[in-house]
């Protein structure tokens, strides 16, 4: 009999629809991240790192790149006979086939997977939030309370509290109410969305709790579980931990790798973050090409200048290009004479000869102004910038976009430019 200490679930089936046109034709966790990562590769080289060995991963929105990068699991040692990664998208069952509708639900609909491993502890986890944790130690923590859920806070600013899931605590850390949102929060410990069940606990809250619509742990499990007096405990985490939802955050998160002493090191020997690599030539600077506190990934050539931006893999900076404050995806290439400022870019885009992103006036974007914002421009993956052309701040760019698309060679700050793919 198969029996493990303790195995983990990561949701991975998000959307992620705060990053527009980036989740369009992916899901969140395997959006690119810092160069050559994926945002999937931190919880899972947490759990190998911890010591964790089995991994459920649970997928759902635009699953194939996903799938593709996590494979068998080699990069981060899943690999195993015995436990290792699994994909578990939803499945289609004789009496009903349904896709995962909350966060516990998909849990609930894989319980069978669990209970191959008959396992003492169940470790939840998001797979789109940036951050390096030692899931051992929160164990531990849960084991010496004698807790039979453990969910892992950070402290916040008070003023950012009512963002959040709130955990009210006593001086032992036992959590003696929660409120999700609250408009005048009593605690500023921020739920991470990371939790430890006892395996028996879990199982219960979920069988219970089955016919809820919309099944989440924050508005049914953890109630449910407080509600039976549950021992519930609180492990409070104060590293690095960065909720990439927005363009703005995400944005933000690459470029604090770049920092002269990045708060969040992504080349610790001990603590390694373990990705799919392709077999790549190194870095090619050109004489004339200048780099200045950028990550730049392999395989990538830089004839131009690059100052405070994140380079995938595989990227070309055509002579005479400026690219600064920018995150720019694998396989993109950006031609010659090119000025980017604040731009986002995603895989396999091609920018012609003399283009000017992020230019002019901080206009609001005009279609989705709470998801294209801060002064950024985002080009979605696969889509073509034609030469000679101009675009203003908060603008988003999709599909192949051609020159009468944009009047006057401009694209005014805050437009909106998404095609739909011509069918191939």
């Not at 899943?78 to 849990?107: C, F, H, Q």
């Not at 999709?398 to 805050?414: A, C, F, H």
């Not at 430019?417 to 011509?422: D, Q, T």
Request: a negative charge.
């Amino acid at each position: 009999m198969i029996k493990k200490e303790m195995i983990a679930m990561l949701l991975a089936g998000g959307q992620g629809s705060r990053l527009g046109v980036l989740t369009a034709k992916v899901a969140k966790p395997a959006v690119s991240f810092g160069g050559k990562y994926r945002i999937i590769d931190f919880p899972l080289s947490n759990c190998i790192n911890s010591g964790v060995d089995t991994v459920g991963v649970l997928t759902q929105y635009q699953p194939l790149r996903l799938n593709t990068h996590i494979g068998i699991g080699i990069p981060w040692d899943l690999d195993r006979n015995i436990g290792g990664v699994t994909v578990l998208p939803p499945y289609e069952k004789s009496e009903n086939s349904e896709w995962y509708t909350g966060t516990a639900n998909a849990i609930y609909q894989n319980l069978e997977y669990m209970e191959n491993f008959h396992p003492e502890y169940v470790l939840i986890l998001s797979g789109d939030h940036i951050y390096k944790m030692d899931y051992e130690v929160m164990l531990n923590f849960h084991k010496k309370n004698g807790a039979a859920c453990t969910i892992a806070v950070m402290p916040v600013p008070m003023e950012e509290a009512k963002r959040f899931g709130i955990m009210i605590t006593d001086e032992n850390k036992k959590i003696i109410d929660f409120e999700e949102k609250p408009a005048n929060p009593r605690s500023n410990l921020a739920s991470m969305g990371i939790y430890i069940f006892n395996w028996e606990t879990l199982k219960e809250a979920l069988k219970t709790k089955a016919d809820q619509p919309n099944l989440d742990f924050g508005k049914h499990v953890i109630p449910y579980c407080h509600d039976m007096g549950a021992p519930m405990y609180a492990y409070e985490f104060n590293g690095y931990w960065k909720d990439v939802g927005t363009l703005q955050s995400y944005w933000e998160a690459n470029m604090e790798l770049i920092d002269i002493v990045p708060e969040f090191n992504l080349y610790e020997e001990y603590w390694k973050i373990y990705t799919k690599s392709e077999i790549l030539p190194p870095q090619y600077i050109a004489p004339d090409g200048i780099i200045e506190r950028s990550i730049i990934g392999e395989g990538s050539e830089i004839y131009g200048s690059v100052y405070n931006s994140v380079i995938g893999c595989g990227v070309i900076i055509g002579s005479g290009s400026v690219i600064r404050d920018s995150i720019i995806m694998n396989n993109t290439t950006v031609c010659a004479g090119c000025e980017l400022n604040k731009a986002i870019v995603a895989e396999n885009v091609r920018i012609e000869d003399r283009v000017r992103l992020g230019i002019g006036e901080d206009v609001p974007n005009g279609s989705a102004p709470h998801i294209y914002n801060s002064g950024l421009v985002t080009v979605g993956e696969n889509s073509r910038i034609p030469s000679d052309v101009s675009v203003g701040k908060n603008c988003v760019i999709s599909g192949i976009t051609d020159r009468q698309d944009y009047p006057d060679g401009q694209l005014v700050g805050g437009s909106t430019l998404v095609k739909a793919e011509e069918d191939k």
